[in-house]
């Protein structure tokens, strides 16, 4: 399963670790949620693939603030990364976020949850951006949306490759 956000942080590029920032939430949720038995660090990033998890994003460009990516640049980017998901085949994808789904496939009333047309040939979901940035979700409720998709992943088939979720 891969987690897949917008784009990389500046701050995390800097950090050269994923979700550095001190105020985002990522690392917390995964752990509260029951993706991690601990709360791994920003620096143990590599661990999550221990736990069959995996991060990405759909566009390289590093940005301070998500809403600097231009909506050109995600549909330019949609080929390479469909590719990109099909080469490695993960069970499930999770779009931190509906920006970048909603413009890559041109439906920009996305609903929170499972995405019933998938993505890439895998099942697809939309979960609240962690972000420190994004305050409308509290962490309650990311945590109740990330559990969500963690139980749906469990009980959605049988057929699993070893160590992937």
Known sequence: MIFCGLNPAASAVGAGHNFSNR????????????????????????????????????VGRPTKRADEVLSEEFRKARVGFETKIRRYAPRSIAFLGKRA?????????????QHLMGFAGTMAWV?????????????????????EFRTALLGSSTKRRPGLI
């Open 127 to 147: 979960l609240p951006n962690p972000s420190g940035l994004n305050r409308s979700f509290s962490l309650d409720a990311l945590v109740a949306a990330y559990s």
């Open 23 to 58: 105020s985002n939430r990522f690392w917390t949720v995964l752990h509260l949620a029951g993706f991690t038995d601990v709360r791994l660090q920003p620096q143990d990033e590599r661990r999550l693939l221990e736990y069959g998890c995996g991060i990405t994003a759909v």
């Open 101 to 113: 789904l909603s413009t890559m496939i041109g439906q920009p009333d996305l609903e929170w949850g």
